[in-house]
């Protein structure tokens, strides 16, 4: 664990007979109501010796606690943002009972210990002067409490930290820098920063949140990056040396796409666990930094931890059932030297056809049963708003750029010709080129949706004309060119919606993405 400064041989004597005395009565005088049990139990006061104070926690317990005693459970440590309090996850904004409540009776998860301690504004770490060790507390006085307390597994396999925004750093930082006390890490819009960003934060934002916490207040750029800082933040000891030593933490880290600062930070952070090796989850949604994001990413996070707690292998994609049924009229037709499959909107009338939106799916290698599988996935879309759908494996059209090939497509077919009518659905080096024909000014596409597209890892130019769907699997190949895009579309102020999810670079992982479009897609086929 983390000793900064290290507890003194005193200290450790009085933590030692605190947690003796409190854990001789094993019956632990149990929440109740009138003789009932009840699972929830906010405000339980822990008195700390290396805090010299009392620490609050809420606890969550499981329904049958009372009925089974001689069951054990794991135990999910909740760990709340900077300004709220141990009731924050329940009473006050998640309401994360409700959905506990859920998800054991579906039987997605078993019943666990939640504890929620009381963070104050620590970040969950030691102060860099040793004024307030927090974490020496958590690991040495709270840790041992709750297992001398209620009836837990006391082993690192058994226990997870979890935890939004502030809540979220201690997520990351405590299991990392105590891997023999705990084995899952989730952070939730982990509320930290990149080198650049804290140098060049407010002097009042850095001294009052940062500073205090990890020394250089008072200091301006990267004199504030102190060594003690740098011991705490992942950019620096997530290292190739050090990489190994992570191998048996189990990593999840979620952050929504609208979030103003955060989400740099934690798809850089994606991109180095990635090139070190470090095994993790990593999921962009919709959203930004509230509770509702919180409690939604939870849906997931508790069967992720489910998994870790019994050693049961994490999914490395979502499995989509797609048959190859549709209601279009299918035709393969060779399109300026390239074999295409296109799929005609019942009632498809060539007199007509300039009214018809036109969707580009662009491939490089699918078979045509997985072409189809595309249509059937999207028949209802094309239903409610006909279109035509025209897929190509783009490694069959060499160098040729995209318009000189739509524009014979669009005569062949009749349609209308214009940016407007056009939306582009790309993977791989399909992504690529059709994302190619958006760069610069007079882009020929209304909007386009990116799935793994193998985009350059250098600077790329998104059109103002262009709306973006990127959209990356977590272990897809091209991560670092999705996160160049996204950074793009952000600074520029260019329309975008970015999306990070379980999967691999594969045909079964482009279903899951496409299914998760359909409404995005059927809003801009209206438009």
Known sequence: ??????????????????????????????????????????????????????????????????????????????????????????????????????????????????????????????????????????????VPYIDSTYRTIPDREHRAVVGYSMGGFGAMVLPSMNPAVFSVAVPLSMSFRTDDQYTTESAS??????????GGAGLLGEARLTDYYKSLCPFHFFTATSAASFADIHYYLDCGDDEEQLSVGNDELHILMRDLGIQHEYRVRDGAHTSVYWRTAMEDVLPFIEHCFNDIT????????????????????????????????AGYDPMVADTYPVLYLAHDGWTVPEEQAVMSLLDDVQTAVPFVLIAVNQTLLSDKPFMEWALTAEAVYRTGGSAAKRIGLGTGQGGKWLFDATTGSGSPMAFLFLFDAALDQTTVTPSQETGYYIDMTDQGTYYKGA?????????????????????????????????QVKSSLTTNLKN
């Open 205 to 214: 934002g850095w001294d009052s949140q940062w500073g205090s916490i990890f």
């Open 1 to 142: 664990m983390l000793t900064n400064p290290p507890m003194n041989s005193l200290t450790t004597l009085v933590c030692m007979i605190f947690l003796l005395f409190s854990s001789c009565d094993k019956a632990r005088d149990l929440p109740e109501n009138d003789g009932t049990f009840v699972r929830y139990t906010q405000d339980i006061s822990m008195p700390s010796s290396v805090l010299g104070r009392n620490v609050l926690f809420s606890v969550y317990l499981p329904d049958e606690y009372v009925k089974n005693p001689s069951a054990s459970y794991g135990v999910v440590y909740l760990l709340h943002g900077y300004g709220d309090d141990n009731n924050a996850w329940n009473d006050q904004y998640l309401q994360v009972s409700s959905l506990i409540n859920s998800l054991e009776a579906s039987g997605a998860i078993s019943p666990m210990i939640y504890v929620m301690p009381q963070g104050f504004n620590s970040y969950y770490v030691n102060k860099y002067d040793g004024s307030f060790n927090y974490m020496d507390m958590f690991v040495d006085e709270l």
């Open 314 to 345: 994490y999914s490395d994609e979502d499995t989509l059932i797609v048959g190859n049924t549709f209601s279009a009229t299918y035709e393969r037709r060779v399109i300026d030297g390239a074999e295409a499959s296109v799929f005609l909107p």
């Open 483 to 515: 996160n160049v895009l996204y950074l793009s579309c952000r600074t520029n102020s260019v329309t975008h919606e970015y999306r990070v999810r379980n999967g691999l670079d594969s045909f079964q992982s482009f279903l899951s993405g496409l299914q």
